[in-house]
């Protein structure tokens, strides 16, 4: 891979941290107001909408079958784990959650690729070592108190955001708008029967509709472009720089929400977000 290709699939990555992390502000907040299931489905209604819109205007070739499969198969996780997600976002702390997160999502795609590439560098072993203390200095109670609520549905969310990544990596060179927009139909149904059979159908007022398809569309534009940074690049970089977005999560809830961390938790959270750049290092 050149250096110029590397250069563009950085660029990519990062432009989808700011996505995903303002996203996930965005829907955690809302979520806190709004059923976060039905929020959910309306985020991802625009986000098939916007990508679909761009594919058939820029005349983009279908995926092959093959491809297409895939995207649907990582919608579906994709979508059960930003449900997940953002139930966590609204009974947790943004600040909180959305580390434990992204690095499960970023070190199971890693440890698939240990697995089949060999063993990787030392200083992803220093990474996983970063995130399980991480972890741990994140879920550890104060004074004998009980972990912090969401805990567990974020590491869910992790488990399904690492899905949605390898099955797109699966999907091959298809176009990166098509397979975003495949892949966000797919999560549309997704959480759409969740809503339904699950009695989560509920009236939402007009301000978190909006809210809704706006978080949509910057979500789906961070898929497009983790798509197309995985194609241009390797797997492990796009999934670690992609990774970073809980920085800008954490960042917004601090900034906007005042969200105050004990020196525990925030020393988890820097071990955290410090393991996500050494997990996928080579």
Sequence with gaps: ??????????????????????????????????????????????????????????????????????????????????SIFYRALATGRMGLTAPVAAVLGAAIPTAFGMLTEGLPHPLQMVGFALAAAGIWLISRGEGGSPRPEGLSMAVLAGIGFAGFYLCIHQAGAASALWLAALSRAASLVTVALIVLFGGHLRNMNPAAVACGFFTGCLDVTGSALF????????????????????????LLARFFLKEQFTPWKAAGIGAALAAVPLIALR
Excluded: C, K
């Design 227 to 250: 798509v197309r940074a995985e194609q241009i690049g390797r797997l492990d970089s796009t999934v670690v720089l992609t990774s970073l977005y809980p920085a800008v999560t954490v």
């Design 1 to 82: 891979m050149t250096a110029s290709a590397q250069l563009v699939s950085a660029g990519l990555s990062l432009i989808a941290v700011f996505a995903w992390g303002t996203s996930d502000f965005l829907g955690g907040y809302a979520s806190r107001r709004a059923n976060a299931f039905f929020f959910t489905a309306i985020t991802h209604l625009s986000g098939l909408l916007l990508m679909g819109t761009l594919a058939n205007a820029w005349h983009a070739p279908f995926p092959p079958r093959a491809g297409a499969l895939w995207a649907l198969a990582a919608g579906t996780l994709g979508g059960t784990a930003l």
